[in-house]
């Protein structure tokens, strides 16, 4: 994936516009600060969300962070590969946040609200002169 492509959230999330349907993960660097996850919660599907908001919590042995949502709009879609499901008991694979944050780790999809934009989200040159204070 090309990754200037994407525009960042300062909380380290990514957003993929692909027409009015923008694609969410976290970047490499929040995985690297993580380290392994162990467990994943995600919005439901029909969920209105903020920009800004809290939407989710991903846990590691390391730590918890939440995952917020970088734009406005209606989940649509869970990345249900990533999550547990108790109704037949197969275990998340959250191995693929890890091994491929950009692509097989994404983790939900978002209809944008009317006139919502991704312009408020950091390039990817701004957001590897934010991270790269760390």
């Known amino acids: ?3 200037t492509a994407l525009r960042y959230a300062a909380s380290h999330e990514w957003a ?3 027409a009015d349907l923008v694609t969410v993960g976290i970047t490499k660097f929040a995985v690297e600060q993580l380290t392994e ?3 994943l919660d995600l919005p439901k599907v029909g969920k209105d969300v903020k920009v800004g908001q ?5 846990e590691s042995v390391k ?7 970088p734009v406005a709009g209606v989940v649509v879609a869970v990345n249900t590969s990533l999550v547990d499901d108790p109704a037949t008991k197969r ?9 491929d944050p950009y692509g097989a780790g994404w983790m939900f999809q978002v209809q944008l609200a009317p006139g919502a ?6 390039t ?9 204070g760390h």
Do not use: C, W
């Not at 809290?54 to 991903?58: L, S």
């Not at 934009?117 to 950091?122: C, G, P, S």
């Not at 040159?125 to 934010?130: L, N, R, S």
């Open 91 to 99: 275990r998340g694979n959250l191995a693929l946040v890890n091994d």
């Open 124 to 132: 990817h040159e701004q957001y590897e002169k934010q991270i790269a």
């Open 63 to 69: 730590s918890t962070s939440g995952i917020n949502s």
């Open 16 to 18: 993929k516009l692909d």
């Open 37 to 39: 996850p162990t467990f």
């Open 54 to 58: 809290e939407v989710g919590v991903i």
């Open 1 to 3: 994936m090309d990754l």
């Open 117 to 122: 934009t991704l312009d408020h989200l950091l």
